[in-house]
Every structure is written in structure tokens, then in C-alpha cells.
């Protein structure tokens, strides 16, 4: 059975230049980018594919890790023209192995617009990976509904990777332990899901989805918290007066994904949650690289049926994104 994995990082040196020559004092994710990890980042050859063998997947859809180009400014914009080409190259020569997902130039609403629209029509690329907030400006800024328009009459989908929430956040809720542990708690061990979450909910909010009712996001972890709250925030229906119930959006216009969080119990919760027809399959490479098959074996080892892990493995995602096939 094939199987695609869709939130599978790689980091460009120009890009990496780019955060250090505009460091952000208040942003230390880059200290997550070191050694091994960075060694597997930067390399889309021979060792990557070896180690897609090694777990059992068949395809990567590559993406800019985070933060992306979400804190550069101008220079984001040919940093992703280029980032993308680049992408698009990768799969030009290895078409049965990688696809792509678009980085965008958030700090310029209108040029990320047309970037999404170039690397869908022009190089191929499936949507866009995003990391929610750019600076100040949350996911449902109205900067950028002319991108969600541009990617619902494209028929793509945004994925909403998570990013480390804002210092004022972190120092009242993620701090107070030593450094390693606070940069831990802000990212991978909490902040990062809350942060990536919470931008959904505020598309829901904000009437995103009634605006334009056929835009697809997607989350990585399980839904980043979301799903697994769903009946408290089914209250937000009478104080924020939605055009439908909180769990029609979900249902609707989000697909969750699974992060190499192996977990069957999270599986069983998204399919009692969304159904079998939104659940995407991702191992999150590198970070959560594992060895001995591991991606095969937790996609054999679930209890959903032949046509339901067809769907997960790949079924699903080819539907999504194949407008431009």
C-alpha cells in the first residue's frame, strides 16, 4: 500500500543565513536546529531516501520547516520564490518520491498571493505550509483573506504548522525552568500545539469559513489539541453567534494529520471525531524519526479497515490536491 507522508521538513542553507542574518532575539527556535536534525534538514539525497525506505514511505511532501519565512521581511519575498523552485526541482527529478508544499512571503500579503498561485499552476506544488501567526498579526488578520480566497478557487489546501508562541506569552506561561527545558515546554513539549490550534479556532471566529466555505486547513498532531475539545468549544456557538455549530467547521473545512505521534488512541479519537475521509498520514521528518519500519508498522497495526487505510495512507490526500495534478 503507498504511502504518503505530508508535514516532512527540509531547511535550506540560504534560509538558515537568513534567520541569523535577522535574528530574532525574542525567537531562540533555531537552538532546535543542530547536529543530526540539521544534518537531515539540509539533505534531500541519497540519505534521505534511504531513510524513507528504512520506515517505510514511499513519498515525502516536503515543506520549509519552521518558522518558515514568517520572520523575514522583504527579502522573504525572493527567498521564496527561490525556496520554491527549489522544491520544484527536487521533484522534477524525483517525481515518484517527493511533492511540495509552497513556503510564502507572509510579511507581504499580496506577494504571497501570487506566490501560492505560481507554485500551484506554474511548479506543481500541492498548497502551502504556514505557521499561523506572522509577528503580530494573527492567521485571521483580514491582510490575509485575499490568500484564502486565491486558495480556495485553487482548490488547495493550507497547512497550519505550528511556531513558537510570542516572548510575552512564554514568559508568563513557558518560563521559569532552565533554558533547554523552558525552549522544550514553549515548543515541542506544549506551546507549539496550543499556539497552532488557537489560530484555527480564530479563523473560525473571525467567519474565515463562512467567507469562503470550501477553504481546507490542516493540522498536524492530531488536530493540535482541537479535536479533542470539540464539545467545549461547541459553547463558543451561542457567544460568538457562528453561522453553523463549531464541530461543522471541523468537519468540514479541516483535515488532521499525524505528526509521527503514533498513537492509536489519537487515531481512534480523529476517526470517532471527523471520520475516516479527513485523516492524513505524516511521520514529521526529522524530528520524529524513528528506525525499525516505523511508519509502516503503525499504518499495518491500525484497526481501521482495508478501504480506511487506503484513505489514511494516501486516498485522502490525493483527493485534496488533485485540482493540479
Not at 519565512?69 to 526541482?89: K, P, W
Not at 512564554?170 to 513539549?189: K, N
Given at each position: 500500500m503507498k504511502l504518503i507522508a505530508i508535514e516532512e521538513h527540509f531547511l535550506t542553507k540560504e534560509v538558515r543565513n537568513a534567520w541569523q542574518k535577522n535574528a530574532d532575539k525574542d525567537d531562540p527556535t533555531h537552538k532546535l536546529h543542530f547536529g543530526e536534525i540539521e544534518n537531515r534538514l539540509e539533505d534531500i539525497g541519497n540519505s534521505?531516501?534511504?531513510?524513507?525506505?528504512?520506515?517505510?514511505?514511499?513519498?515525502?511532501?516536503?515543506?520549509?520547516?519552521?518558522?518558515?519565512?514568517?520572520?523575514?521581511?522583504?527579502?522573504?519575498?525572493?527567498?521564496?520564490?527561490?525556496?520554491?523552485?527549489?522544491?520544484?526541482?527536487?521533484?522534477?527529478?524525483?517525481?515518484?518520491?517527493?511533492?511540495?508544499?509552497?513556503?510564502?512571503?507572509?510579511?507581504?500579503?499580496?506577494?504571497?498571493?501570487?506566490?501560492?498561485?505560481r507554485s500551484v499552476k506554474d511548479i506543481g506544488l500541492k498548497g502551502a505550509m504556514l505557521c499561523g501567526r506572522t509577528r503580530e498579526k494573527n492567521f485571521d488578520h483580514k491582510d490575509f483573506w485575499e490568500l484564502f480566497e486565491c486558495a480556495q478557487a485553487l482548490g488547495v489546501p493550507l497547512f497550519i504548522h505550528p511556531q513558537i508562541p510570542q516572548k510575552a506569552i512564554?514568559?508568563?506561561?513557558?518560563?521559569?525552568?532552565?533554558?533547554?527545558?523552558?525552549?522544550?515546554?514553549?515548543?515541542?513539549?506544549l506551546g507549539w500545539?496550543?499556539?497552532a490550534g488557537v489560530q484555527f479556532v480564530r479563523l473560525v471566529l473571525a467567519g474565515v469559513f463562512d467567507r469562503f466555505p470550501n477553504l481546507q486547513i490542516i493540522l498536524g498532531h492530531w488536530g493540535e489539541v482541537i479535536l479533542f475539545y470539540t464539545e467545549r468549544l461547541a459553547s463558543l456557538n451561542r457567544a460568538a453567534k457562528l453561522d453553523k455549530p463549531f464541530i461543522d467547521y471541523v468537519r468540514q473545512n479541516l483535515y488532521v494529520t499525524a505528526s509521527g505521534m503514533f498513537s492509536q488512541a489519537y487515531l481512534q479519537r480523529s476517526v470517532e471525531t471527523i471520520g475516516t475521509d479527513r485523516i492524513l498520514f505524516s511521520a514529521d521528518y526529522p524530528y520524529q524519526y524513528r528506525q525499525g519500519r516505523d511508519a509502516r508498522n503503525f499504518l499495518e497495526a491500525t484497526a481501521l479497515g482495508k478501504e480506511d487505510k487506503e484513505k489514511f495512507a494516501f486516498k485522502n490526500w490525493e483527493r485534496l490536491t488533485n485540482k493540479f495534478a
Open positions: 534521505r531516501l534511504q531513510l524513507m525506505d528504512e520506515t517505510g514511505i514511499d513519498v515525502q511532501v516536503l515543506s520549509l520547516t519552521s518558522p518558515s519565512l514568517h520572520n523575514l521581511g522583504s527579502e522573504s519575498i525572493s527567498l521564496a520564490i527561490q525556496t520554491n523552485d527549489y522544491v520544484a526541482e527536487i521533484i522534477r527529478k524525483t517525481p515518484d518520491r517527493f511533492q511540495g508544499f509552497a513556503a510564502l512571503p507572509m510579511f507581504a500579503p499580496k506577494e504571497a498571493t501570487k506566490e501560492l498561485e512564554r514568559d508568563i506561561y513557558y518560563s521559569g525552568f532552565d533554558e533547554l527545558t523552558d525552549l522544550a515546554f514553549s515548543t515541542f513539549g500545539h496550543y499556539e
